[in-house]
């Protein structure tokens, strides 16, 4: 197979254009929803925690798993896990639709809660970006890459671009949470999960005698908030 050609693109050039598009970031974010149940059931070390059913609940399950859950709801009988690429601070005017929602159709599918990874690690890991084309066109991709397909048809309002959207194929994709970024919508709840779900370390003085514990968190949590975002 002859290899396509490439435009030419020094590295210093792709630095600086991403450096002045807000509208490219190196993150790659999944967001989560309330669920259909009315309860999330988290497993812990040495207990079991029931909680409400909520977005935020959802996101504690996710961290306390320590992976992500495929489903295969629009992905064409293949279990994915979807992420957007969207910038975090353009995110802000998506979730705020919320607030000024009038009925649940109108309001957004995701909540701002979840995870971010890396397009590196992502791709390395065997995520790709989608493959958004005119729903006639899904009889021409091979049926091993049908799992990306998003039709697109804007002369009948088709269009989900807005959303850019990953998918990594799989059962569930287990995250390092030193290769992920949390997000919650305020600093009162990134400091929850940073010391709810930290390690303990045992705190020992000069002569080796136990002093105590102290926490060390394991995930690296930013808010919305920080961006301009109003819950």
Not at 180 to 208: N, Q, S
């Amino acid at each position: 197979m002859t290899e396509a050609k490439m435009p030419q693109l020094s590295k210093e050039l792709a630095r600086r254009i991403r450096i002045v598009r807000r509208d490219i970031g190196s993150l790659l974010f999944h967001f989560t929803r309330l669920p259909a149940m009315k309860s999330v059931q988290i497993e812990q070390p040495h207990s079991t925690t029931i909680m409400s059913a909520s977005a935020g609940a959802v996101l504690r399950k996710i961290l306390w798993d320590g992976y992500l859950l495929g489903s295969s709801t629009w992905t064409h009988g293949e279990n994915c896990i979807c992420f957007t690429e969207a910038p975090i601070h353009e995110f802000n005017s998506i979730f705020s639709l919320v607030a000024i929602a009038s009925s649940e159709s109108e309001r957004p599918r995701y909540e701002p809660y979840g995870v971010a990874v890396t397009k590196r690690w992502l791709f390395a890991q065997g995520g790709r970006p989608v493959i958004y084309d005119h729903p006639d066109a899904l009889a021409t991709i091979p049926t091993e890459q049908r799992y990306r397909f998003v039709a697109y048809d804007p002369t009948r309002e088709i269009d989900f671009t807005w959303e850019r959207e990953w998918r990594y194929r799989g059962d569930r994709l287990f995250i390092n949470p030193k290769e992920t970024l949390v997000v919650v919508p305020t600093a009162d709840e990134a400091f929850e999960i940073a010391y709810e779900l930290a390690d303990m370390e045992a705190d020992y003085d000069r002569d080796g005698n136990l002093e105590g514990a102290y926490h060390v968190p394991r995930w690296l949590t930013v808010s919305l908030d920080i961006f301009g975002f109003e819950p």
